[in-house]
């Protein structure tokens, strides 16, 4: 046997594990383009300092959207700066898709409304989109959950889900 002759056990193996690899990598190629699905990195991004002159986080067009989206989802999008979400308080029905958009004019902040799935942090750069439904009525804090100065313990505003 010389030197280069692969024994004929290890190259069945070999074999093997290259076909697994292969079907690792294909499964991961497969899901990707058939489903959509792309790596955490890739999100959009938006300039934290010209927040006011953006189209969608102008100063006018926070809150609660007028008009709802294709599938009947509200969209809610908020400035978080020190230290305050804006606008202060929102009001959105229960029941229904809501589609958190949100933004940073400053720092990395955090926004959580407890008992609900609503949580994500919001990197300055960055649109953080949550979608969340909110079963019940009442009154909810949203919190900021990522430190983000002096004033992170006071920073927070009201959701009120009506029936
Ligand atoms: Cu904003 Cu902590």
């Known amino acids: 046997m010389s030197r280069l002759e692969i024994d004929e056990l290890e190259r069945k193996w070999l074999s093997v594990s290259l076909a697994m690899i292969g079907l690792f990598v294909g499964a991961i190629v497969v899901t990707a383009v058939s489903q959509g699905v792309h790596p955490p990195s890739h999100v959009e991004t938006i300039d934290s300092a010209s927040l006011h002159l953006s189209q969608e986080f102008a100063e006018d067009k926070l809150g609660v959207q007028p ?52 949580s994500t942090m919001i990197v300055p750069g960055y649109v953080s989109e949550v979608v969340s439904v909110f079963p019940k009525p009442g009154e909810y804090p949203m919190l900021c959950n990522e430190y983000c100065g002096l004033g992170h313990d006071h920073m927070w505003s009201k959701v009120t889900v009506i029936a």
């Open 67 to 118: 008009t709802p989206l294709a599938d009947g989802s509200l969209q809610v999008r908020l400035v978080a700066g020190r230290y305050g979400f804006y606008p202060r308080e929102i009001e959105v029905p229960a029941g229904r898709r809501i589609v958190f958009r949100m933004a940073s004019m400053d720092v990395l902040h955090g926004a959580h409304i407890p008992m609900t799935n609503m």
